[in-house]
């Protein structure tokens, strides 16, 4: 099985890297090979929108667009071996092969630690993302109904990658496209930028290390190194485009909109990041060009076309944003505090990854900021690497202090708000692809110039020195790797218990449970599914699965009343064409009341939010179990809970 997955992630990535070369090919962009994954997965995202509009998403589908692409990059792969070989051209593919030399042997040890992890996080992925790539291959479409997170934490992109590995290997595999195939994008994006720019092997090397080395955070299967490897691919667009005058020609603008398009797809705290990207870009680089306002007016394509490449995904969920509707409020008041003040430069554990403080992150941003600062100032460099450095380190220290300092307050946490900038942050490695190479710094030595030499290497050093700071936590992941085979960054996952019980749920008994309790349902009728269990066993062709999660309770379309008596609720459940109730109320993945009232939910708004509706709704469901009038019990296995609504006034149909 493992090198049968082994050949299945070589043939995806190769698939994607085929429809890279189709487009750079299609659009006359000026990108390395290196870049080509990243750009093939962001030219499959809107191909997407559109199968799952039609609702044509299927193994079929997908089995055409994966050999497609594999035939496509293997005819390039092939040209390129043939040229070589005729040529015999020995010292260029070792000199590829030396700044590939850090992606060559980081590949299998991504291999080895993410191509079938044993556990997955009970909350994330087994309410939420892993019942959606199932759904997509079950039934072509995404509809959902109205109590998820789909169409505000996501709009189904990341789910249509993720029918890729599904579709090759088991549920486990499924996130091989962001642990292994995205990695080795981001790296190739780092690695190609530097040759472009002239970079020395070992800057490759260490630059594409580094990169990993970094803890992701990593808790569950949602993009993240995927959402880096898009927002890489802008600036690698950017530094590769030969004319900066020639930016915004509808081609390079086209090429941009991909990237762009990508982040908004693959999850929309991404998209949160974007104007900040772009707009710092289009400023630093107005004062490379002559005509500066005709050109601002021409970068307007980018989102314009983005705007037209993400409309399939906005369709997908079009049901949800035309049933946008003022709600009833929250049932939050006895969940408020005081407000927690953020502490960046804390050297307590975080509550997620392994052995890393929100200091790590923090010396990070400065150390991007002072890099950025030491390049824009270089007169060694043109005015559009210049103007690059500028913008990704104000990029960098805007959407670190912004977000996780002062909007985190209001949304998830700052802890959380973290973890949602690790693309931005990942992005500063682009900083020593763009850094002088050690020959001009020699000749800088020779002129005199001892301060410049010092500056440019100042930033490289002071980046491996933070980078080193990781290294406890890199030894930590391949520990818990190696001891329970997974790379979750969450404490109370860090036990073999849990492992055998994921491992259960994803294999065994959570798929009896659930394909029993939906076995008491009439086919076709409508059950709205709230479990840890995993609604990706149920049969999505048999009934209308609603599936309910804890982030789409705080959805602004979800036109519930959580505020209401239990009457009106019920009137509620059953106008929305329910007839069933598939809900868990006891188990591992259930949260428990004490929960509910910790500092942790308390202190951060969106969070009372969500969790204030999700203890109301768990209430609510609690008491209609108990109302013969209101509902009937199908099946209680002690966990999981079959309610058959009836309608208002108690008469059954």
């Known amino acids: 099985?493992?090198?049968?997955?082994?050949?299945?992630?070589?043939?995806?990535?190769?698939?994607?890297?085929?429809?890279?070369?189709?487009?750079?090919?299609?659009?006359?962009?000026?990108?390395?090979?290196?870049?080509?994954?990243?750009?093939?997965?962001?030219?499959?995202?809107?191909?997407?929108?559109?199968?799952?509009?039609?609702s044509a998403v299927s193994d079929l589908s997908i089995g055409l667009i994966m050999w497609s692409g594999v035939v496509m990059g293997g005819l390039r792969l092939g040209g390129f071996l043939s040229r070589t070989r005729a040529e015999g051209d020995r010292r260029s593919v070792k000199e590829l092969l030396a700044h590939y030399a850090g992606v060559l042997l980081i590949f299998p040890v991504l291999f080895w630690l993410h191509h079938r992890p044993t556990a997955f996080n009970i909350h994330d992925d087994f309410e939420k993302y892993l019942k959606y790539p199932v759904r997509l291959l079950s039934t072509g479409n995404l509809k959902t109904g109205f109590f998820d997170g789909m169409g505000s934490e996501m709009l189904g992109g990341m789910s249509f990658l993720q029918c890729f590995p599904l579709s090759l290997g088991p549920l486990a595999f499924v996130n091989a496209i962001d642990s292994i195939i995205s990695v080795v994008a981001c790296m190739m994006l780092v690695v190609t930028?530097?040759?472009?720019?002239?970079?020395?092997?070992?800057?490759?090397?260490?630059?594409?290390?580094?990169?990993?080395?970094?803890?992701?955070?990593?808790?569950?299967?949602?993009?993240?190194?995927?959402?880096?490897?898009?927002?890489?691919?802008?600036?690698?667009?950017?530094?590769?485009?030969?004319?900066?005058?020639?930016?915004?020609?509808?081609?390079?603008?086209?090429?941009?909109?991909?990237?762009?398009?990508?982040?908004?797809?693959?999850?929309?705290?991404?998209?949160?990041?974007?104007?900040?990207?772009?707009?710092?870009?289009?400023l630093a680089l107005s004062f490379a060009v002559q005509d500066r306002w005709r050109w601002v007016g021409r970068?307007?394509?980018?989102?314009?076309?983005?705007?037209?490449?993400?409309?399939?995904?906005?369709?997908?969920?079009?049901?949800?944003?035309?049933?946008?509707?003022?709600?009833?409020?929250?049932?939050?008041?006895?969940?408020?505090?005081?407000?927690?003040?953020?502490?960046?430069?804390?050297?307590?554990?975080?509550?997620?990854?392994?052995?890393?403080?929100?200091?790590?992150?923090?010396?990070?941003?400065?150390?991007?900021?002072?890099?950025?600062?030491?390049?824009?100032?270089?007169?060694?460099?043109d005015k559009k690497m210049r103007g690059v450095a500028a913008a990704i380190g104000l990029a960098v220290g805007f959407n670190y202090v912004f977000w996780v300092g002062g909007a985190a307050h209001y949304f998830v946490g700052f802890q959380s708000g973290i973890r949602y900038q690790i693309p931005m942050l990942l992005a500063g490695v682009l900083l020593w692809g763009i850094s002088p190479g050690r020959n001009r710094v020699r000749t800088s030595f020779e002129e005199g110039k001892a301060r410049m030499a010092l500056r440019c290497w100042a930033g490289p050093v002071l980046w491996l020195s933070v980078g080193l700071l990781f290294v406890p936590s890199l030894i930590a992941r391949g520990k818990q790797a190696v001891t329970l085979g997974h790379l979750l960054g969450l404490r109370w996952v860090a036990n073999e218990s849990y492992a055998r019980y994921t491992h259960q749920i994803v294999e065994a008994s959570g798929g009896r449970w659930m394909r029993e309790a939906q076995l008491a349902v009439p086919p076709g009728a409508s059950i709205l599914v709230w479990s840890s269990f995993g609604a990706f066993h149920l049969d999505y062709n048999r009934n209308q699965i609603w599936d309910a999660d804890t982030s789409g309770f705080s959805a602004p379309w979800l036109g519930?009343?959580?505020?209401?008596?239990?009457?009106?609720?019920?009137?509620?459940?059953?106008?929305?064409?329910?007839?069933?109730?598939?809900?868990?109320?006891?188990?591992?993945?259930?949260?428990?009341?004490?929960?509910?009232?910790?500092?942790?939910?308390?202190?951060?708004?969106?969070?009372?939010?969500?969790?204030?509706?999700?203890?109301?709704?768990?209430?609510?469901?609690?008491?209609?179990?108990?109302?013969?009038s209101r509902a009937q019990i199908v099946v209680d296995t002690g966990t999981i809970r079959l309610l058959k609504i009836l309608p208002p006034g108690g008469a059954a149909p």
Not at 20 to 45: E, F, K
Not at 600 to 625: P, Q
Request: include cysteine; glycine fraction near 8%.
């Open 193 to 282: 930028v530097t040759r472009r720019l002239g970079g020395k092997w070992w800057v490759s090397v260490a630059a594409s290390s580094l990169l990993w080395i970094i803890d992701p955070l990593h808790v569950n299967v949602s993009a993240n190194y995927t959402g880096a490897a898009a927002l890489l691919l802008i600036y690698a667009l950017v530094l590769q485009t030969e004319s900066v005058s020639r930016l915004f020609d509808w081609r390079n603008a086209f090429a941009l909109g991909l990237a762009c398009a990508a982040m908004v797809c693959l999850k929309t705290t991404l998209a949160l990041m974007l104007p900040v990207v772009f707009g710092l870009l289009v």
């Open 299 to 381: 970068s307007l394509r980018v989102p314009t076309l983005s705007l037209l490449l993400v409309l399939p995904w906005l369709g997908v969920n079009a049901d949800k944003y035309l049933a946008l509707k003022d709600v009833s409020a929250p049932a939050e008041a006895e969940l408020q505090t005081a407000a927690t003040a953020w502490t960046p430069f804390s050297t307590v554990p975080m509550n997620f990854g392994f052995e890393v403080r929100q200091l790590h992150y923090t010396l990070l941003v400065l150390v991007v900021g002072l890099m950025a600062a030491s390049l824009t100032w270089n007169p060694d460099l």
């Open 560 to 628: 519930f009343p959580f505020s209401a008596s239990r009457a009106e609720q019920h009137r509620a459940v059953s106008d929305f064409g329910i007839d069933y109730v598939l809900w868990q109320y006891a188990g591992a993945g259930v949260r428990e009341e004490a929960f509910f009232r910790s500092d942790e939910v308390k202190s951060f708004r969106r969070r009372r939010i969500m969790y204030g509706r999700t203890n109301d709704m768990a209430h609510f469901l609690a008491e209609l179990s108990h109302d013969p």
């Open 1 to 54: 099985m493992t090198w049968l997955l082994l050949l299945a992630t070589l043939l995806m990535a190769l698939s994607f890297y085929g429809w890279g070369v189709a487009a750079r090919r299609v659009l006359g962009v000026s990108l390395g090979d290196g870049a080509l994954i990243a750009l093939g997965m962001g030219v499959l995202l809107p191909l997407g929108g559109v199968l799952t509009v039609f």
